[in-house]
């Protein structure tokens, strides 16, 4: 089964409140899950020093007038800035730096991240960022890597997503979702772990995606954002611990992330003055599950609602733009498991059909178009 199908139906079941497994581990085995689990327990010892707690980056950022933008961050460890000595250094905290510089205006930071977090505990950091912040312009949501070393059902930890972002939409604030890592480019995880950390990574960042848009989000894919750049230089860009992110390496997410977030915010005023999707950056309108398919081999991307002559949904589900806002800082990984497979589009979109080239990530655009 292609990642799109699988993303497809793991979004669905979650909408439905099934299951599909653990993690997706029944089609592995309880052998292969032996390995991991020795597996894991060798990478524990190799992991370096671990870390009390995050730095506090709650407060207002920026020195421009007017009231503040207000920007509440939900999810793990990297949403909370674990690996770095310094509230500015955290991802909220160069995200809302950038806001503020690009608005003119003060961000306000409220961070209910929790280290360790799962999915299903998105609806306890709501709640309470909600309690502080009753009215969001803006969420930032950076959660997945748990779900899978934890062995969460991918349709229940989708689920829990996508209640959460519904949630924070009907608030009336923009959400911007940074998907589950590729923790298969965590370097001291050895083989055949890394093989199967990468393969359920990506596919819980397909489904991650396909439930963040229909619930009206953005999401942008992570990937190995920091993969190739660690090899080359992991004293930079990953904390003493070799596992979170330095400073350098939180720096290079945010940079993924503040365009999409900045977007949502209108910063660019691209609800004024619309820019239709370049199919000579790879982008273009489908359905989602098929622009999720290809975001997840290329970090940086972003995901995001749109329509087709004015309809929102074609028989293969929601339609979906998918857009290049950064240009990548490496090549993307081609190190798949399980190679994509072409879908046709029936209803005329012409995303996936036998003249796309899955590794270049290209998803051709359509001329009556819209986006949301």
């Known amino acids: 089964m292609g990642r799109a199908r699988r993303a497809r139906r793991i979004a669905q079941t979650a909408a439905y409140g099934g299951g599909v497994g653990v993690a997706g581990l029944g089609a592995i085995g309880a052998l292969s899950y032996g390995v991991l689990r020795v597996e894991a327990a060798l990478t524990r010892r190799i992991v370096g020093q671990r870390f009390e707690a995050p730095p506090v980056d709650a407060g207002r950022y920026g020195a421009g007038s007017g009231e503040p933008i207000r920007l509440v961050m939900l999810g793990d460890s990297t949403a909370a800035g674990l690996g770095v000595d310094h509230p500015h250094e955290t991802i909220g905290a160069t995200i809302a730096n950038g806001v503020a510089a690009f608005s003119g205006r003060p961000v306000e930071v409220t961070n209910v991240a929790v280290v360790g977090a799962e999915s299903p505990g998105l609806e306890s950091q709501l709640e309470r960022a909600l309690a502080e912040t009753p009215s969001p312009d803006v969420a930032l949501l950076l959660i997945g890597a748990n779900d ?29 979702v940074g998907t589950c890592p590729d923790l298969g480019a965590v370097e001291p995880v050895p083989q055949p772990l890394r093989w199967l950390a990468r393969r359920w990574s990506r596919d819980l960042a397909a489904a991650q995606t396909v439930a963040v848009v229909e619930a009206g989000g953005r999401a942008v894919s992570i990937g190995d954002m920091l993969g190739a750049a660690f090899t080359a230089d992991p004293q930079t860009l990953f904390s003493a611990d070799r596992f979170h992110p330095s400073a350098a390496g939180y720096a290079r997410v945010a940079a993924a992330l503040l365009p999409s977030v900045s977007a949502a915010l209108d910063l660019f005023g691209e609800r004024t003055t619309p820019t239709r999707p370049s199919p000579q950056r790879g982008e273009g309108i489908g359905p989602v599950a098929r622009a999720a398919t290809l975001a997840v081999a290329h970090p940086g991307t972003e995901v995001a609602p749109a329509e087709i002559a004015g309809q929102a949904r074609g028989r293969q589900g929601r339609w979906a733009v998918l857009r290049h806002r950064i240009r990548p800082a490496v090549p993307a990984s081609t190190a798949d498991p399980q190679p994509v497979s072409h879908e046709a589009a029936p209803d005329g979109a012409a995303v996936g059909s036998a003249s796309t080239d899955d590794s270049s990530g290209r998803m051709p655009s359509r001329e009556d178009t819209s986006v949301r």
């Open 148 to 176: 899978v070393t934890h062995r969460i059902d991918r349709s229940v930890a989708v689920r829990h997503l996508e209640m959460t972002v519904r949630r924070l939409r009907e608030t009336g604030a923009e959400v911007v």
